[in-house]
Nanobody, 124 residues
Framework: QVQLVESGGGLVQAGGSLRLSCAAS????????MGWFRQAPGKEREFVAA????????YYADSVKGRFTISRDNAKNTVYLQMNKLKPEDTAVYYC?????????????????WGQGTQVTVSS
């Protein structure tokens, strides 16, 4: 049974940092591309970041490029999203997802498995 469990969300002031973690079971994070998406109230779920199979290549939404970093620790079977210089518009529920294989990294339908999400709230 595949499970993705996000943690690390919380309330921070603008300009602050958070690191989100996605602990995986039932799959190996190095065996599939992994991604982070987010969804703010009343808005569509949007792509945030992704990391390729076996790592090495990362992808970011323009809105977070230069501020967020996706990484994986294969020994811990965990994917991370380091978020720096947070802005109020980053407020959302953040979801970890595992991609089925080759395809568009920024398209949510390409991902097979999803976590339950972790709330990030950035105050101004």
């Amino acid at each position: 049974q595949v499970q993705l469990v996000e943690s690390g969300g919380g309330l921070v002031q603008a300009g602050g940092s958070l690191r989100l973690s996605c602990a995986a079971s039932g799959l190996t994070v190095s065996s599939k591309p992994m991604g982070w998406f987010r969804q703010a109230p009343g808005k569509e779920r949007e792509f945030v970041a992704a990391i390729s199979w076996m790592g090495g290549t990362t992808y970011y939404a323009d809105s977070v490029k230069g501020r967020f970093t996706i990484s994986r620790d294969n020994a811990k079977n965990t994917v991370y999203l380091q978020m720096n210089k947070l802005k109020p518009e980053d407020t959302a529920v953040y979801y970890c997802a595992a991609k089925r294989g080759a395809g568009r990294y920024n398209f949510s339908a390409e991902y097979d498995y999803w976590g339950q999400g972790t709330q990030v709230t950035v105050s101004s």
